[in-house]
């Protein structure tokens, strides 16, 4: 699911949630709920955060492929980093 993601992706970074919203001027709360699962980031926003952390190719297609189809991520074949 994305949530978990988007938490890894940041983790893998070496980032934490403080750090990333000073870099990217995203609320904390908003960061936190992102990953919680609570909200999901608008398109242009998820595309910030993965700059941020510097994702691949393949991990940025995995983002936005769990990000248009929610329900089915865990049937996309879209691998774990």
């Known amino acids: 699911m ?3 993601f988007l938490r890894q992706l940041r ?3 070496g980032l934490t949630q403080r750090q990333v919203s ?3 001027r995203i609320p904390l709360s908003t960061l936190y709920d992102y990953e919680r699962g609570t909200h999901a980031p608008a398109p242009d926003r998820l595309g910030v ?6 994702a691949t190719a393949g991990q940025r ?3 936005f492929t769990y ?3 929610p329900k089915s991520n ?3 074949g879209a691998a774990a980093i």
């Open 2 to 4: 994305l949530p978990e």
């Open 11 to 13: 983790e893998r970074a």
């Open 22 to 24: 000073a870099a990217t």
């Open 49 to 54: 955060l993965l700059e941020v952390y510097k």
């Open 61 to 63: 297609l995995d983002a």
């Open 67 to 69: 990000y248009i189809s």
């Open 74 to 76: 865990s049937d996309s």
